[in-house]
């Protein structure tokens, strides 16, 4: 969640513009002066700035210059949601889909989930999506998740590429189109979600919606296992019993030479 809110931040404060208290704020926030960052940013959450609450709820919630506080962080980001912030609607969601600063509530998490996603907002549209497959304050409807799922896939949004192509992967309430699961599951693979590059290297070892391919297979089992999937090392490790040693070095060295897009 912090790396989706640092980065929007930045979006929104990117190019020239006038100094004053929040591109002040933002700059010592950056230097990592948070004491700065909040004496300059409290009095604009009071007046009712609405990205500026948000950011006083990013501060609570990692400890910023301030005692973690979910209860704080999510007063402040629904006082931001409030006044149809849409970023702070996708996490006070969060907030209310995992119990952290308020009770656990599925409802209400699906109900800033939609606000958000009706706004276009990616998170809000992929979370939407997500307690649509798990029916989680919300009937189960695979119909619903894939279509937030594709609204989020189609910005760009890599959780959501992978999850949509999940969909495909499984057949749920589209065709089974292990083509189309390839498609989504690369391009979250290629700006480095991990689990996307698990799911494409299972499909390249079964050569299910691409030409079988150990290389690639190997290669993206290898990138998903450094990123963390528990899974992945296993899997790779049993794809090189039928492998070449010159194969698994030529995988290892696109290993080392990937970069994200």
């Known amino acids: ?26 700059a ?31 501060m609570y919630a990692h400890g910023h210059g301030v005692p973690q ?20 609607q996708g996490v006070l969601g969060e907030m209310y889909e995992h119990g952290r600063g308020v009770p656990q509530d599925y ?18 549209q992929n979370n939407l999506g997500t307690i649509y497959e798990q029916g989680h304050g919300v ?9 937030w799922y594709r609204l989020a896939a189609e910005q760009g ?9 999940t969909i495909y992967d499984n057949g749920r309430s589209v065709p089974q189109d292990h083509l189309q699961a390839a498609k989504w599951y690369r391009l979250a693979a290629e700006q480095g979600f991990a689990a996307a590059q698990f799911n494409l ?10 030409p079988q391919d150990f290389v690639q297979a190997y290669m993206w089992l290898n990138l998903a296992a450094a990123g963390g999937i528990d899974r992945a090392p296993e899997a790779r490790d049993k794809l090189a019993h039928v ?4 194969a698994i070095d030529n995988a290892q060295r696109l290993s080392r030479e990937w970069e994200p897009k």
């Open 69 to 88: 506080d979910y209860v704080q962080a999510a007063k402040w980001y629904r006082l931001a949601a409030e006044q149809g912030h849409a970023l702070s």
């Open 107 to 124: 409802v209400q998490a699906a109900k800033w989930y939609r606000l958000a996603a009706e706004q276009g907002h990616a998170l809000g």
């Open 28 to 58: 010592a926030y950056q230097r990592q002066d948070y004491a700065t960052a909040l004496l300059l940013w409290r009095p604009l959450a009071e007046q009712g700035k609405a990205i500026v609450q948000s950011l006083l709820g990013l």
């Open 157 to 165: 949004y890599r959780v959501a590429q992978n999850n949509l192509g």
């Open 201 to 210: 290297g299972y499909l390249y070892t079964l050569g299910w919606g691409v």
């Open 243 to 246: 492998m070449t040693p010159a």
């Open 139 to 147: 009937p189960q409807d695979y119909v619903q998740a894939a279509k």
């Open 1 to 26: 969640m912090i790396r989706i809110v640092l980065i929007l931040v930045m979006l929104f404060l990117a190019g020239p513009v006038a100094a004053g208290p929040l591109e002040d704020g933002w």
